[in-house]
């Protein structure tokens, strides 16, 4: 069993930035491919970002490419999310999950844990 736990969302001006993190407890963080989504109202779960065990593989959704950089830290049992360059359209709840498997999925039923999500608020 692994929890997760988000902090970092808020309000945040057009063209701002914001970092979340994700801190997870249980396991050790280092066997689990980690993940970053997030979901508007009324929207499916989309992918955002992920990073493989080492830290040394990563992936993003085509909407936040070049935008928002996901990076962790597993002597502290952290993953990241650094985004930048915020848009209206970015507001959303944003999750954090882990997944036993060895590939980055951007599918939401691949993923094995959830944290409990946190408000990210873009203004214009």
């Known amino acids: 069993q692994v929890q997760l736990v988000e902090s970092g969302g808020g309000l945040v001006q057009d063209g701002g930035s914001v970092t979340l993190s994700c801190a997870a407890s249980?396991?050790?963080?280092?066997?689990?491919?980690a993940g970053w989504f997030r979901q508007a109202p009324g929207k499916e779960r989309d992918f955002v970002a992920g990073?493989?065990?080492?830290?040394?593989?990563?992936r993003y959704g085509d909407s936040v490419k070049g935008r928002f950089t996901i990076s962790r830290d597993n002597a502290k049992n952290t993953v990241y999310l650094q985004m930048n360059s915020l848009k209206p359209e970015d507001t959303a709840v944003y999750y954090c999950?882990?997944?036993?498997?060895?590939?980055?999925?951007?599918?939401?039923?691949?993923?094995?844990?959830w944290g409990q999500g946190t408000q990210v608020t873009v203004s214009s």
């Open positions: 990073i493989n065990q080492s830290g040394s593989t990563t």
């Open positions: 249980g396991r050790p963080f280092g066997r689990y491919v």
């Open positions: 999950a882990a997944d036993m498997g060895i590939r980055i999925m951007s599918a939401t039923n691949s993923y094995d844990y």
